[in-house]
């Protein structure tokens, strides 16, 4: 009995001792100390491109409802371009409004029409990770579209919009993402057929187009668009004084 008993004892004990090994012995699927930390080192940073250029516009002393003009932009860095064949852009709304932010609004515009920047001593580089945050909120069917000009004068429009008809939405869009059409800005209409991609690494000027002419005041078909973000890097222009 002594001797079974001393049998049973040494094979538990050898079992233990080769259980302990194998939890000690590396596995063929386990890694390195610190290859995570090594693999995290070597990956190439993602540098998203910092802020071009902010538009969050600029009511006049009287307030409420009036024209678009070149006084309603609030960056003095910035050119503000006005594209409407036939009617016009109004400004409204208060600082601070959530419910009412100033804002650009397209109801009386009985054409498509669009607004864009140009920046006086810059080029924007769109290309990467670039992207165009807006905030929204739209009446009827409506939304609207990132437009740019290229360097060569060509004007182009993104396949991708933004807008929500039940409140104001912040949202945001890659211009890696866009398919883009031909725009004949003095119509605000596409011509051509969609094109994959564009050199966007010097872009003269970046808004937006809203292709629906509106329907005046009240409920029916319109844009609003408040604070704009361009996010992108700088190309200096020839020429130009920087600040």
Same mark, same amino acid.
């Given at each position: 009995?002594?001797?079974?008993?001393?049998?049973?004892?040494?094979?538990?004990?050898?079992?233990?001792? !080769?259980?302990?090994?194998?939890?000690?012995?590396?596995?063929?699927?386990?890694?390195?100390?610190?290859? %995570?930390?090594? $693999?995290?080192?070597?990956?190439?940073?993602?540098?998203?491109?910092?802020?071009?250029?902010? $538009? $969050?516009?600029?009511?006049?002393?009287?307030?409420?409802?009036?024209?678009?003009?070149?006084?309603? %932009?609030?960056?003095?860095?910035?050119?503000?371009?006005?594209?409407?064949?036939?009617?016009?852009?109004?400004?409204?709304?208060?600082?601070?409004?959530?419910?009412?932010?100033?804002?650009?609004?397209?109801?009386?515009?009985?054409?498509?029409? !669009?607004?864009?920047?140009?920046?006086?001593?810059?080029?924007?580089?769109?290309?990467?990770?670039?992207?165009?945050?807006? %905030?929204?909120?739209?009446?009827?069917?409506?939304?609207?579209?990132?437009?740019?000009?290229?360097?060569?004068?060509?004007?182009?429009?993104?396949?991708?919009?933004?807008?929500?008809?039940? *409140?104001?939405?912040?949202?945001?869009?890659?211009?890696? *993402?866009?398919?883009?059409?031909?725009? *004949?800005?003095?119509?605000?209409?596409?011509?051509? %057929?969609?094109?994959?991609?564009? *050199?966007?690494?010097?872009?003269?000027?970046?808004?937006?187009?809203?292709?629906?002419? /509106?329907? /005046?005041?009240?409920?029916?078909?319109?844009?609003?668009?408040?604070?704009?973000?361009?996010? /992108?890097?700088?190309?200096?222009?020839?020429? !130009?004084?920087? $600040?």
């Amino acid at each position: 009995m002594l001797r079974r008993a001393a049998g049973i004892l040494a094979i538990v004990s050898l079992g233990a001792i !080769a259980a302990l090994a194998g939890a000690q012995a590396p596995s063929g699927r386990s890694r390195p100390r610190g290859a %995570n930390a090594l $693999e995290r080192a070597e990956r190439p940073a993602i540098l998203r491109p910092g802020l071009f250029f902010k $538009e $969050e516009w600029k009511q006049t002393a009287q307030g409420g409802e009036h024209p678009v003009t070149a006084e309603s %932009n609030s960056d003095p860095r910035l050119e503000l371009k006005l594209y409407v064949p036939a009617g016009q852009i109004l400004l409204t709304g208060s600082a601070g409004d959530e419910n009412v932010p100033i804002h650009v609004w397209t109801g009386l515009c009985s054409t498509p029409c !669009a607004v864009a920047f140009r920046d006086k001593s810059r080029f924007a580089d769109l290309s990467g990770l670039a992207r165009i945050r807006l %905030n929204t909120k739209m009446s009827g069917f409506h939304q609207v579209r990132p437009i740019v000009k290229l360097a060569d004068g060509t004007w182009w429009i993104g396949d991708l919009a933004t807008g929500t008809t039940r *409140d104001w939405l912040v949202s945001e869009i890659s211009y890696a *993402d866009l398919h883009w059409l031909k725009l *004949d800005i003095k119509r605000v209409v596409t011509v051509g %057929n969609l094109v994959d991609k564009l *050199d966007l690494t010097k872009v003269d000027e970046i808004g937006f187009a809203d292709l629906t002419p /509106g329907s /005046g005041h009240g409920p029916g078909g319109w844009s609003d668009v408040a604070q704009i973000e361009v996010y /992108g890097r700088s190309v200096p222009r020839a020429g !130009a004084k920087t $600040e």
